[in-house]
């Protein structure tokens, strides 16, 4: 691990160059001050206050519950601890609807955060979206594939572009993103070969969430890369720690030593 004091903070113009020269990009979810200030420390590229913090942080089933409000106070926690890292907000469910609403959407974040860029989920349709965003001067990540958001829709969270049809239509999204102007592209859940033909097709950076390794970098959610949880992380996830088992340790040491030794049962 290393510390960097006095480092400015990563553009999507180094995100871009990161590529160019063939580096991987790291990026990772944080949704606090202190965790983000920790990944920020240990090097990571881009910092996502994602939407899973429904899930992680509020004990939501799925990330529909969660507001612009909940992303915006969560996002500028994660800005004010760290110094290094691209912060990226994503737009949560109901808040990206059209690009009008989008665009107030995003310059909230903007304004209120001090992030430096907005995640949108959606295919091709919501390539308008991010072209909207984009004229206005937003750098806008793109994400295809599973998206959380349409959960009910979807049925469930697998894996998608198994069919040829389903493949087709994924390039065309990665594709018309591009596009647009999205500076880079999340691809979450996808069929690994079909991920690394979409990494090769475009010229943007793909980022991939259980989607395999050939894409031009990878994400997880911070807590199921180190172990932090009450119940099983997705399978594509790969723990690093197991801090749950540390911090119930703690705490059992902690309880053990504020009771104090077990009253001896009384003499009869
Ligand atoms: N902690 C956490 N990690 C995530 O990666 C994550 C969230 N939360 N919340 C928002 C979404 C939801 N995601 C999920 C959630 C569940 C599975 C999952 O259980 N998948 C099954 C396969 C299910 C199937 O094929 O029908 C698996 O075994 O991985 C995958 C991604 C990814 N995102
Ligand atoms: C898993 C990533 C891509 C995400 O969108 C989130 O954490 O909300
Ligand atoms: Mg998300």
């Given at each position: 691990m290393s510390f960097r004091p006095e480092t400015r903070r990563l553009t999507i113009r180094d995100i871009h160059a990161?590529?160019?020269?063939?580096?991987?990009?790291?990026?990772?979810?944080?949704?606090?001050?202190?965790?983000?200030?920790?990944?920020?420390?240990?090097?990571?590229d881009i910092l996502l206050v994602g939407d899973s913090l429904g899930n992680v942080?509020?004990?939501?089933?799925?990330?529909?519950?969660?507001?612009?409000?909940?992303?915006?106070?969560?996002?500028?926690?994660?800005?004010?601890?760290?110094?290094?890292?691209?912060?990226v907000c994503d737009l949560p469910f109901g808040t990206a609807t059209d690009?009008?609403?989008?665009?107030?959407?995003?310059?909230?974040?903007?304004?209120?955060?001090?992030?430096q860029a907005v995640k949108i989920e959606g295919g091709a349709w919501a390539a308008p979206i991010t072209a909207r965003l984009v004229q206005q001067g937003i750098a806008v990540m793109a994400h295809i594939g599973l998206t959380p958001q349409a959960v009910h829709q979807l049925?469930?969270?697998?894996?998608h572009g198994k069919s040829d049809a389903e493949a087709r239509q994924l390039?065309?999204?990665?594709?018309?993103h591009q596009e647009a102007g999205a500076f880079a592209i999340v691809l979450e859940f996808i069929v690994p070969e079909l991920a690394a033909e979409i990494s090769r097709l475009l010229?943007?950076?793909?980022?991939?969430?259980?989607?395999?390794p050939d894409c031009t970098g990878q994400?997880?959610?911070?807590?199921?890369?180190?172990?932090?949880?009450?119940?099983?992380?997705?399978?594509?996830?790969?723990?690093?720690?197991?801090?749950?088992?540390?911090?119930?340790?703690?705490?059992?040491?902690?309880?053990?030593?504020?009771?104090g030794p077990a009253e001896e049962p009384p003499l009869v």
């Open positions: 990161l590529r160019e020269r063939g580096e991987n990009i790291a990026m990772l979810t944080a949704y606090d001050h202190v965790t983000a200030g920790l990944l920020d420390q240990s090097g990571i942080v509020l004990g939501h089933e799925t990330t529909l519950p969660v507001t612009l409000a909940d992303m915006i106070r969560h996002a500028g926690a994660v800005q004010r601890g760290s110094s290094r890292a691209l912060v690009p009008e609403t989008a665009l107030h959407s995003a310059i909230a974040v903007l304004q209120e955060t001090g992030c049925g469930g969270y697998y894996r390039i065309e999204a990665a594709q018309a010229d943007i950076p793909t980022i991939g969430i259980g989607s395999g994400v997880l959610v911070i807590n199921d890369l180190i172990g932090l949880g009450i119940c099983p992380p997705p399978s594509f996830a790969k723990p690093k720690a197991d801090v749950a088992s540390i911090v119930r340790e703690a705490v059992a040491a902690y309880i053990a030593e504020v009771k």
